[in-house]
């Protein structure tokens, strides 16, 4: 998240960059709209040819590395990211330049696409985060942008993180109460037994209804990873969960994760934690300003929310 005076880069800064990168000038510049964090062109030069040109402010910059790190980490091991074609700085602001895969975000088609797609599709994302967890463990658990990075001591630490990093959003913002905040800490310490269990292996933590495209119904691979994450993987899956149920959406590409998985009863539970977890998060962007507008919050939307914390909750 960029500070709210700080330049941010523009379309023409991405058209620039292209031009460099190819040598050619864009024929078709078009913003994606999904993602808070950075931005991201889809360009397309006189000869037909495609690339993404992702920009950051310089306080992004960590992020910016962290994907080089990682493309050249995972895409070795066969992790299906899109080639990195290029990246540097340009007038101050860090940059991408990368292959464009076929396909749209999962969320942007979800209901184009039918259960038995799903679940072909979550049996691709478990493929690459099995590849993932080839890597060694972690020296602690969370989130690593590079080598060296600061890390939790334990996986309870990092839930720990996430209630504390909402609870000061709501508070700050002061337009939503922190009641589901205290209701997820509550319950957090009834799983203290599990996350106690949990190895700081590694995991995609953003591949949901973001992150994994999807081209004429079918997984075409993985984008946008800045870091990753040591802890468990089943976190992911609460994400989705929740992701899915604050759209008004079937749940049941999450349920394709469960069963493909073999989860059992309490990973289950935990799955329905995460998602409770994830549900704060979303309330406590309200009245947060990322790299679009301050998002205020919508009372119909944040009712529906408070209920699907609720259900997910023992």
């Known amino acids: 998240m960029s500070s709210e005076n700080e330049e941010r880069p523009t379309e023409s800064d991405a058209v620039e960059i292209a031009r460099r990168v190819t040598g050619d000038s864009p024929t078709s510049v078009q913003r994606f709209s999904t993602g808070i964090g950075h931005w991201v062109y889809d360009i397309r030069g006189p000869d037909g040819a495609t690339l993404v040109v992702k920009m950051g402010t310089t306080a992004q910059r960590d992020n910016i590395e962290g994907a080089i790190h990682w493309s050249k980490t995972l895409r070795p091991l066969g992790v299906p990211l899109p080639e990195l074609l290029a990246h540097g700085d340009y007038r101050g602001f860090p940059y991408l330049a990368l292959e464009r895969l076929e396909g749209e ?143 008004n959406a079937n749940a049941d590409y999450t349920d394709h994760w469960c069963d493909v998985l073999g989860l059992n009863e309490e990973d289950r539970r935990v799955v329905g934690f995460y998602t409770a977890l994830f549900c704060v998060e979303f309330i406590s962007e309200f009245g947060q300003r990322f790299n679009q507008d301050v998002k205020l919050p919508d009372m119909e939307k944040l009712v529906m929310v408070e209920k699907i914390l609720t259900e997910h909750l023992e």
Do not use: M
């Open 105 to 247: 975000d999962l969320g942007q088609v979800y209901e184009r696409v039918t259960s038995f797609q799903r679940k072909a599709i979550v049996e691709e994302v478990c493929k690459a985060q099995r590849l993932v967890a080839t890597l060694p463990e972690g020296p602690g658990h969370g989130f690593l942008r590079l080598p060296g990075g600061p890390l939790h001591k334990s996986w309870a630490d990092v839930v720990a993180a996430s209630l504390e990093r909402s609870r000061d959003r709501i508070g700050v913002a002061g337009l939503v109460s922190l009641s589901p905040v205290n209701q997820v800490t509550d319950q957090a310490r009834r799983f203290s037994g599990y996350f106690s269990r949990v190895r700081p292996r590694p995991f995609l933590d953003d591949v949901t209804t973001k992150n994994v495209l999807v081209h004429e119904g079918r997984f075409s691979g993985i984008v946008d990873v800045d870091w990753l994450c040591f802890g468990d993987s089943l976190f992911t899956i609460g994400l989705a969960r929740a992701s899915l149920l604050c759209a």
